[in-house]
């Protein structure tokens, strides 16, 4: 790969960190409702969640669509159930907060901080599909492309995970002083 096609890939997965989307949201939604700690906790296992869906589609693409593409809607409706409970139970405790503006004890730990990401991450079959369309865009085809892919893989799960934790720290920046 040459120099000026990674950093095209780089350039992509960049705007792709920034682009909102459920992953971002629970982060979010974490960070506002526990803390930093817990917004970098879900960011740990949206990653992880990530870092399989990556190396599922560049492990062996055709295969995995193929098996998913019977389980497509199913996942779907799925995540897109967890990510209205979650988002409900967000309206739920703004509802609850005191006269001060705080929030109520609310039981969470690293565990299902960290739990909640890799599920919100894994019931995401669409990215499975946008990499399928995504990282062969990258790959030169007169070179090994079980290597190219990996090597796309990695840098993808890397660079997205650099650009979210750098907007967290902005947002703190920003939000916190």
């Known amino acids: 790969m040459s120099p000026e096609l990674i950093l095209a890939f780089i350039a992509t997965c960049i705007l792709l960190g920034l682009t909102p989307g459920p992953n971002m949201s629970l982060i979010v939604a974490n960070t506002l409702s526990h803390g930093l700690g817990a917004g970098l906790v879900t960011l740990a296992g949206t990653s992880t969640g990530l870092a399989l869906l990556v190396a599922g589609a560049a492990l062996g693409m055709s295969s995995v669509m193929v098996f998913m593409s ?4 199913v996942i779907r409706w ?12 967000q309206l739920w405790l703004f509802r609850r907060r005191g006269v001060d503006g705080a929030l109520p004890p609310v039981s969470g730990s690293r565990g299902s901080w960290y739990a909640q990401g890799v599920l919100v991450s894994l019931s995401n ?5 946008f990499l399928g369309a995504f990282l062969p865009q990258f790959v030169d085809p007169a070179r090994d492309p079980v290597w190219q892919l990996s090597v796309l893989a990695v840098l993808f ?3 997205l ?4 934790a750098q907007l967290r720290s902005l947002e703190r920046r920003v939000f916190y002083g």
């Open 70 to 73: 019977e389980w497509f809607d």
């Open 78 to 89: 799925i995540g897109a159930l967890y990510l209205v409970y979650l988002g409900a139970r």
């Open 125 to 129: 079959p669409k990215v499975l599909l």
């Open 157 to 159: 799960v890397v660079v």
């Open 161 to 164: 995970v650099l650009t979210v």
